[in-house]
């Protein structure tokens, strides 16, 4: 961000969005305007801004803006629905909104920010005009330090908000190599940005172009058209693709000299099945080299580089990779105790991007295993388990047992609460298309086939794709949701 208080050439391109460049001119001038605006208003350093941050060069300005001056941005998702969106705003209570006007004119929305206080419009053109509302003294609560209060995906439940810090951001970006240049003040090079910049991995490579002073090429989401055609148009070398959308980029067939300039996927979000990984590389010659982290981290904490991935995925392939510098894992029993190398327990890490800094152990809700050659391999989720009747149920183990029916795509296990038994396991499976829907009974069959009693789902319901949440995981609140509806209709 530093890059906005430099003098950097103001025609130079900054960030492509729908076909036109904006300049680092414009993108300086919305960041000023904002800036004008929090000053104005007595919003100094540490205070509290809630923008509804779209993937647009408006929005990465005004995020750009807040983290320069020191404030601290508070993220609201303009994914959700207006009443929830109108809840957010209240809850944060935060003494300025910052939208654009479709997202003002959502029933409610307006109202909700008004009440909290200043209101500011912004235009897709970049103009920053005050839309209504005044700031109330008692609203003016600060959070020093604090860099950005983040939502989570919301794959196990409501959206929580994280606190990142500017060390957390700033280490984060370093692990990360995202590192600028000490002789080049701006980069030829560029990268693309689906991801939404509500959620992490969207902030974050927002950010690190912006710290890097590489250009941008910002999407709405990912569309296979505009993310080959960027590819192929800048002759990117390096880009990221979660695992769904690699999966798209294979079943489409796009031609590999389309991506001919390619040398490395970077994918992370989701854990991304090796056979899917190899699938890539063996078409295209590219490697995906996946990353593991979470929010919490302000990024990845792990995964692989190219010389791992050469010298190690032919017997490594499904790990998460190795503890990127500056980071250290671990994996503990349920005394707290390390595990010795190869056994399975709780995954913590010790990193400089975690809120408790570099000197403590977090403890993650991941299970894994770190093999002797330090490689960590993620085995599900701790919260996930589903605890039946006093058996434990993991919805990994459910998952790949659906997942070897052949017209199945991919599958998704949730806990469902029982009166009697606490909880049981329920699932729904994506059909491959141009497949054949399997039915129930013998996705039953197959279960019963590979997994002990106890594990086979009380109910499983076919689907044309699973529902996800807006950074492409599955979300278990509407599986549930979704497999309830199915088996009521069956009753």
Known sequence: MSLLLRDV????EAIEHDGAWWTWGEVQATARAVSGHLDAAGLGVGARVGVVLENRPAHVSVAAAVLASRRCLVTLSPLQPAERLAADIERTGVPVVVADAEVLAREGVAGAANARGLVLQLGRDGQVRTAGGKISPDSVVTSPGIAVEMLTSGTTGPPKRVH????????????GGQVPKADQLLSRSASIVHSPLVHISG???????LYTGRRMILMPKFALESWVGAVERHRLRVASLMPAALRTVLEADVPGERLASLQVVTSGTAPCPAELADAFFGKYGIRVLTTYGATEFAGAVAGWTLPLH????????????????GAELRVT???GEE?????????????????EGSGTWTRTSDLARIDTDGFVWIEGRADDVIIRGG?????????RALETHPAVREAAVAGLPDERLGAVPVAAVEVEPGQQAPSVAELIALCREHLTPYEVPVHIVALDELPRTPSNKVSRVELIDVVRAGFAEKA
């Open 9 to 12: 050439p103001a025609a130079a």
């Open 310 to 325: 050469e010298r190690w995925w032919h017997a490594k392939a499904g790990s998460a990779g190795r503890a990127f510098p």
């Open 333 to 335: 029993g349920a005394d």
């Open 391 to 399: 058996f434990k149920v993991a919805p990994e183990t459910v998952k």
């Open 164 to 175: 990142l810090s500017t060390a957390q951001l700033d280490q984060g970006l370093v692990a």
């Open 203 to 209: 902030l974050w490579g927002a950010l690190a172009c």
């Open 339 to 355: 595990v010795p190398p190869g056994t399975s327990g709780r995954l913590e890490v010790r990193t400089g991007q975690a809120a």
